[in-house]
């Protein structure tokens, strides 16, 4: 069997160090302030300093990866005789998955002996992270390229996101959630409980009176839909919210002795989106 | 302890203003409009037949006095705060029962009758305001087809009333109105006997009333820890005394019907009988009634408060109404200087209706031109009306959705009509309606009965607050209208609510000893605290409400009577103690308390 990696982007919110110990190569999405021409990469500028920056009111604009970029880097993997799979963040959000898309359909012709297979996560942040995770489980356990890709594509309308945000006020400015399901979320207390679709859309669900029942309202939904309660893999991302991080991994233990595997911030791409104080949790479900 | 006036037992007549009818006489009393009396001396044996003529005039006797006593009738309240207002809705509620009749031209006693609490119905404010309407609604019932009736079918009649008053509360509590209703009619109707009269009837029945109403603190501790007798009881037997002092004929009705408000009849204005002439003593003043619309360049109309402008209207006058809505200020008066009126209102605004009218003259004319409704477009799935007290909770309403805001609270119920009023202005196919006060749940409920465009839900809430938990937990975008509605008393059932209020005496209750100017909390239903100081009271009330089992979340609505450092005081106080608290501040504008607190 050719050797393949497993190619993804930052869009998934998880470590360059972590990605880098899992064998998963990427590309970074981009951002930059609306005050200024300067471009960061994501997760090049602290998390925690990122967030200060937003509550103080800076608004972050962000871009996809292009797909000559891509092309710059697959070539690179399948020139030195390597297979790809790329896994990208949900075309539902970013046109990133496209430029991949693309540039796989470009290098075909390059190289007709290597094996390139996309797939759309129709996943975001850790959910994607969480899907990477399981599909690099697959490989380091021997599945081919056929089978990984196979079974990315199985897993990804299993893969359930759920997250409350502070303020829709970001998902509304990045046009990230329609209109018309952006509902009343800015009266006193009231917090909006999201999940993404299959389609990989945001979709708002519905809304609970206060912080703390919106937190509790997403271990509501890890006991409804896991499939593994108690030894499922669990992720969690946030924006720059740790106690309330806290008082979910208490309740899904309490409640169902579920460990979280992973803790990480809402990278900066991401968070320029769903804002501060998102909290979102992801999980393997019976559906999404 | 309440002393209802002179006149309990039938005194000795002196002038009998009623005429004695018989049945073979109707005819002749058809013309009768209510005419002064003749000063003809009667035997109360006489008055076999209870009358439509001699009904309304009751109806006035009894109106006028609860009118003079309603004040008696306000501090009787339970809490010691400032917010009774018992004697004003049923005063209001009889009124409007009044001003139906005022033009009736018939003798038919089940025609007064129906018209009267018909009246009553659309005017009905408060919870006692509701109840008597409901009990002289079940009262017109029992003598429908009676032109006239003597008294075993007025007993028969009352019982009807009493049956109607229980059934219109979902719990009947006893040592209320209701008690003091029932036990009275079942005293009169007991004591019936061939040889009886209207007039010995109502003896019976007002005595016995009486008695009923001392003992209602013994039938409800509320009242005996609080040292009162019921309120709305005491409101109905001024009411029953003023029909009494119509039947000894020691009260003229006729006197004082110009301070009802006038009827919206149209057309009646040709019947001007010149009452007044080059000669008249000034004697009733005018009756001024103001549109007025508030003016940007005049005044801050959103910070704009009625409260002074009663108070002003109150050195010149009497019989004041005074409400806004939106930037719209209509106001009642009766006065001997309408002048200082025009004069004074000019100074924050202009008036799109002016009614003045000299009330020794006996006419009636339209009322000044309402704005009128806005019409619209396309009937919506749901409409929603609420009643909100304060300029920061109406908008906080307005902001979450509320169609029509009534302007009301614990010292000002609007009544079924005002509800009435609100659903015609919303095109909707289901009106989901916030009373957010126990007091103006029943008012509300009856305008739902009433209204036939839309069907009307009601949402028990009983303070701005839970209205405004249950209105933001809804998503308005379901199907079925008794979904949302469950949905949203599941969302009141996990507020507790507190209130901070000045004390307006001494008193201990619940075990807290309060004194007169101290700030009390109250959570639920109970008295909790008593402080000297407000703010230590307000934070006290907080934590209290934060330390209850499953309370992570305040919101806090600041009233009318504390400024911006108290709310920071209470803000930081509850910061460094509470940290893991969620708090929310709404700037409400309330009257009477100076907080409302939800807990969640």
Known sequence: ?288 | MFKPGKGETPAPKKKITVKTVSSDKKSADKKSKPRKSQGKKKDSRDIKYLTGWLMSKMAKGGAKLLRSNADKVNKLNVFPVPDGDTGDNMRMTIESGIAAIENLDTDDLAEVMRVFSHGMLLGARGNSGVILSQFFAGTAKGFEGAVEADPYTLGRALQMGVKQAYASVMTPTEGTILTVAREAVDYATSKITPSSTIRTFFADFVGEMHESLERTPEALAVLKEAGVVDSGGAGLLYIMEGFNKVLNGEEDAEDDTASVPAPTHAAKAAAVSSSFGPDSKMEYGYCTELLIQLMRDKTDIDAFDVEPLKEFLSGIGNSIVAFKTDSIVKIHVHTFEPEKVLAHCREFGEFLAVKIENMSVQHTETEGAEPAPEIPVEKKKYGVVAVTNGPGIRDMFIEMGADQTIEGGQTSNPSTNDFLEAFGKIHAECIFVFPNNGNIFMAASQAAKFYTDAKVVVIPSKDVGTGYVALTAADLSGDDPDAIAEEMKAAMQNVTSGYISPAVRDAEMDGVKIRKGDTIGIMGKKIVLSDPDMRCAAYRLAVKLLEEPDKFMLTVFRGAGTTEEDQEDLRKCLEENCPSAEVYFVDGGQEIYPYIFTAE
């Open chain 1, 1 to 288: 069997m050719n050797e393949y990696i497993i190619y993804a982007d930052s869009a998934c919110d998880i470590k360059p160090e972590i990605l880098k110990e899992w064998g998963v190569d990427f590309l970074p999405l981009t951002f930059r302030f609306s005050d200024s021409e300067k471009e960061y990469v994501d997760g090049e500028i602290d998390p925690r300093e990122f967030y200060a920056k937003m509550r103080e009111g800076a608004v972050a604009k962000t871009a996809a990866v292009n797909a000559e970029r891509f092309t710059e880097e697959f070539d690179k993997i399948l020139a030195a005789g390597k297979d790809l799979l790329y896994i990208g963040f949900s075309s539902g959000l970013s046109t990133t998955y496209n430029s991949g898309r693309l540039a796989a359909e470009q290098l075909r012709e390059k190289y007709p002996d290597r094996k390139i297979f996309t797939v759309d996560s129709l996943s975001a942040s850790a959910g994607f992270g969480l899907l990477l995770y399981l599909t690099v489980g697959m490989k380091n356990e021997g599945a081919t390229i056929e089978e990984a890709a196979a079974f990315a594509e199985e897993t990804r309308f299993h893969l359930c996101h759920w997250f409350t945000v502070d303020d829709l006020v970001y998902l509304k400015r990045g046009g990230r959630i329609s209109p018309t399901l952006a509902f009343v979320g800015n009266a006193l207390g009231i917090k909006p409980v999201l999940h993404m679709d299959d389609e990989g859309h945001l979709i708002n669900m519905f809304k609970v009176r206060g912080r703390r029942s919106s937190v509790t309202a997403l271990a509501d939904k890890y006991g409804e839909l896991a499939l593994d309660k108690k030894g499922g893999t669990v992720f969690i991302c946030h924006g720059d919210c740790d106690s309330d991080v806290e008082v979910l991994k208490q309740v899904l233990a309490d409640r169902y002795g579920a460990e979280v595997k992973l803790v990480t911030y809402t990278g900066t791409v991401i968070g320029a989106h769903s804002g501060p104080g998102t909290l979102a949790l992801f999980f393997v479900g019976e559906h999404r």
